[in-house]
C-alpha cells in the first residue's frame, strides 16, 4: 500500500468537497494528525476502521481513497459501491454484540443456501 498515494488521495478527495484534509481527519473522529503521520513517514499504514471513518465523513467508498481502480476484473460499479458504503456506515453504528448477532445471521442465511 503505498501510503504517499493514499495522502493524495485523500487531499484530492477532501478538495473536491471543499473540505481541508486535517478538518476532514478531526471530523471523521480519525485524528488530525493521521495524514501529515503518513505523508512524514512517522506512521506506514492506516488502520481499515479509520478509512472506513474518513470515507463515510466524505461520502466516498474506501476504495476511492485508496485510489483503487473502478475497471477491471473484481471493479465494482459506482451503484454496487454506493451499497456497499450504506451498509458499512450501518454496520458501524453497531454495538459488538450487535455485529455479533448479524454475523451469525449472514452465516445462517449463507449455510442455508
Do not use: W
Request: aromatic share 2%.
Amino acid at each position: 500500500m503505498d501510503t504517499q498515494k493514499i495522502v493524495e488521495n485523500i487531499q484530492n478527495i477532501c478538495a473536491r468537497h471543499g473540505v481541508k484534509p486535517t478538518v476532514a481527519c478531526r471530523e471523521s473522529g480519525i485524528g488530525k494528525d493521521v495524514l501529515s503521520n503518513l505523508k512524514s513517514g512517522r506512521t506506514k499504514s492506516i488502520k481499515i476502521e479509520k478509512l472506513r471513518l474518513l470515507a463515510d465523513y466524505l461520502g466516498v467508498t474506501t476504495s476511492e481513497l485508496l485510489g483503487e481502480k473502478k475497471d477491471g476484473p473484481g471493479a465494482v460499479s459506482d451503484v454496487e459501491a454506493a451499497l456497499d458504503q450504506e451498509l458499512i456506515s450501518r454496520l458501524v453504528r453497531l454495538t459488538p454484540e450487535e455485529l455479533e448477532k448479524v454475523d451469525a445471521f449472514v452465516q445462517g442465511l449463507l449455510a442455508a443456501r
